[in-house]
């Protein structure tokens, strides 16, 4: 047996194949993105990848008790790219409440949210589901995320039909003044009801699909709606940006408190790619208005240049119906 032992054990040290096993050694900095971040994980085929997972959530799906790795396991991933430095992956298993908490820690720290989504339907409480990116060294990269990851579980939720949503002092339909929205905003909108809405074709791009030209009155377009009144508005509306714009589009919502609520593409094989970006908010329509003039200076600028959209050119009458939903 010791003879055995010998053999075995130098066949280890020497690597033989067939007979060491393959235990690969973490790039340097890798235990130390460990620490930082305070989650547990593994290396496997090139890839740190840490554990996020919500088992503080007790989550049922059609009225089925679910365990967490039937799919609320959250997770960060990173592997080297060009120069030494990682790329880290990501997708994070959220409440609604800590979606946009998140996302703005997210983007505090130099970090890229890639997409906002569902995977479930009758799920409670509500799920969603965040993908994030981020390129630099592993230390850094940990440090970046940790900021996100710290609010995970421990912002306060509301109930669902808690007294705040549920209350008298809702925005109703009420007087909005349409040309002081306009006039913030840059573009003309339509009345529809009670609703104001203003449509904005994206005339800068040459977007084509099978051959045929995509436009506003396809859906290539970036909408906002107003309802309330001036003191008490909601706006909802969808921002079709290319891929670049992003990130700005993202930080110039949640700098204007407006909420981000799903990133997603509309059109498949469509080239350039289009991705398009839904929020909601809440205020004055002052404020409303001031933080969409936001969201449009960041759209449809040459890349390093500053500029956006034009203001007051480019908008859409009449076509509320046909280019959105609220």
Do not use: C
């Amino acid at each position: 047996m010791k003879k055995h032992a010998i053999i075995v054990l130098t066949a280890v040290s020497l690597g033989w194949p067939g007979l060491a096993q393959d235990v690969p050694a973490m790039p340097k900095g890798y235990a130390d993105a460990m620490s930082i971040v305070g989650k547990t994980g593994d290396f496997k085929d090139n890839v740190l990848k840490l554990s996020v997972p919500r088992s503080d959530l007790k989550v049922t799906v059609d009225g089925v008790e679910t365990p967490t790795a039937f799919g609320f396991g959250g997770w960060i991933a990173m592997t080297k790219g060009d120069g030494g430095k990682d790329v880290m992956m990501g997708d994070l298993v959220l409440l609604q409440d800590e979606v946009n908490p998140v996302m703005s820690a997210l983007l505090d720290n130099g970090l890229e949210v890639t997409a906002l989504h569902n995977h479930f339907f009758w799920e409670q409480p509500r799920i969603f589901y965040m993908h994030v990116h981020g390129y630099g060294t592993a230390s850094d990269l940990a440090r970046r995320v940790k900021a996100a990851l710290d609010l995970i579980g421990k912002i306060k939720v509301r109930e669902a039909q808690s007294a705040e949503r549920s209350a008298p002092g809702g925005a109703v339909a009420g007087t909005i003044d349409t040309a002081k929205i306009d006039r913030i905003v840059g573009h003309n909108g339509d009345r529809n009801g009670a609703v104001y809405k203003i449509t904005i074709g994206r005339s800068d791009l040459n977007v084509k699909e099978m051959g045929a030209t995509i436009n506003s009155r396809m859906g290539l377009n970036t909408w906002a709606a107003f309802f309330g009144s001036d003191d008490n508005a909601v706006v909802a509306g969808d921002v079709a940006m290319l891929e670049n714009e992003v990130t700005p589009v993202l930080k110039a919502l949640r700098k204007n408190d407006l909420n981000v609520v799903a990133i997603h593409h509309h059109m498949i094989g469509a080239r350039p790619m289009i991705i398009f970006l839904h929020y909601w908010g809440k205020g004055t329509t002052e404020k409303l208005a001031t933080g969409i003039r936001a969201v449009l200076s960041e759209i449809g600028k040459p890349v390093g240049q500053a500029g956006g959209m034009p203001m007051g050119g480019d908008a859409n009458p009449g076509q509320a119906s046909e280019t959105g939903k609220l």
